[in-house]
């Protein structure tokens, strides 16, 4: 019998779970994060199951594993664990990572103030204000994002036919907004957008297919971003994001809030420049900015920053037994 060890500390952002593994990660083969995170869905995923399903996690739990960085420039790297795989990119989970890493001197900056972090979807500029030692904010410069198909259709049960958009922010995300078969996220349970989305998500990778231009293992419609009326007057849109496959994300979600702002742009609702805050389904907010726009490959991608919050809640020695039946956790 052989049992492994993890020591996590575990943290939320604006509601959803972060759990950073600060020891017992695996070592893992490759030259950039990217590479880094198939050797780790190809070998180590007993790792991200272990830890993010119940009986040790559960639905909503994601959270990461810091390596050193692979340019000396940078000042960490992070794969991203989550109930639904190992992310490209997660905003929560950056902003979570972040403050604390920072919080329990995981990572000493280059420069105080300001970290570059790899992640599989590309470089993150990442700055954060601290307050009696503690990180007050995050604000993460993401990677380019872009509207990558619109008005697409999918038969959704119960509701039927539904028009959709998918948009690109380190993970592909298909965008429903209110129409007439959808009247937005107030009117239907949560339990129901979860077993909608499930089965649209299906029908959506089995319809139409999105690959990243630059990355081909950056693939697959992997979210859905169901759209609603604010709460918040401070708003400027609502959302409930699912992942995994019974997750809605408590926080605005960031590579989801990045998806939102590239299709609002390219629909002529935000220019360069413009503030976007994004409010969860249990009210909380993220800030997002169009900082940039570039060229990818003929379109124009923004660049957009999300600044959030998160609060570390406890320190968490995991173990792992492979006696234990649900040594990999369990769905129900
Ligand atoms: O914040 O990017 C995010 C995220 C992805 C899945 C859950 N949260």
Known sequence: MSSKTFFCIDAHTCGNPVRLVAGGGPNLKGATMSEKRQHFLKEFDWIRQGLMFEPRGHDMMSGSILYPPHDPENDIAVLFIETSGCLPMCGHGTIGTITIAIEE????????????????????????????????????????????????????????????????????YAIIDPQPNFKGIDHYAADQLISWSREIRKQINSLYSFVHPDNPTIKGCTHVLWAGETKSSLATARNAVFYGDKAIDRSPCGTGTSARMAQWFAKGKLKKGDVFIHESIIGSTFTGRVEELVDLHGRTAIIPSIEGWAKVYGYNTIKIDDDDPYARGFQV
């Open 105 to 172: 001197g995981l990572i000493i900056p280059k420069i105080p103030g300001i970290v570059k972090m790899e992640a599989p979807a590309g470089l993150v500029h990442i700055e954060y204000q601290q307050e009696n030692n503690k990180v007050s904010s995050v604000k993460l410069t993401n990677v380019p994002s872009y509207l990558d198909s619109e008005g697409l259709e999918v038969a959704c049960p119960d509701l039927g036919m539904l028009t959709f958009d998918v948009a690109y922010g380190g993970n592909f």
